[in-house]
């Protein structure tokens, strides 16, 4: 899987106050963020089905970010 954009990643860990990054750091947090990030949308997938929707809400990814 591709992940996120490589600039983005650095500039969230730049954003967070480094002013060096590694290109092994950026890539930890790219594969560490996209694994999160499918399983919250894999949930809020199975909620949006149990409501008997096809398509998922703001709300859907908002209460599988939650659990």
Same mark, same amino acid.
């Not at 092994?24 to 790219?30: E, K, Q, S, W, Y």
């Not at 560490?32 to 008997?52: E, F, M, P």
């Given at each position: ?11 969230? &860990? ?22 999160? $990030?499918?399983?919250? $949308?894999?949930? $809020?997938?199975? &909620? ?15 209460? $599988?970010?939650?659990?």
């Amino acid at each position: 899987m591709t992940g996120f954009a490589r600039a983005r990643v650095e500039k969230v &860990i730049r954003t967070a106050g480094a002013y060096r990054v590694s290109a092994g750091a950026i890539d930890r947090l790219n594969e560490t963020l996209t694994d999160y $990030a499918t399983n919250i $949308a894999k949930y $809020a997938v199975d &909620i949006a089905r149990h409501s008997g929707r096809k398509t998922v809400k703001e709300s859907d990814i908002k209460l $599988a970010a939650t659990k």
